[in-house]
């Protein structure tokens, strides 16, 4: 399985498992998921507060 975003790859998706409501999986990314790479650390970051834009 593959991660993608429009029309972008950002990487490959392997191992994935289900607990209840919650995925876990490795994501094993390429070259283009280094513009992405502030967004995935901000949605891990339990601590980090998203503002919403509208």
Do not use: S
């Not at 094993?28 to 967004?39: D, M, S, T, W």
């Amino acid at each position: 399985m593959f991660l993608y975003f429009q029309d972008e790859c950002l990487g490959e998706i392997q191992d994935i498992n289900t607990e209840g409501m919650w995925m876990y999986d490795k994501l094993i990314p390429n070259q283009n998921i280094v513009k992405f790479k502030e967004f995935f650390k901000a949605l891990t970051d339990e601590e980090n507060d998203f503002k919403v834009l509208r």
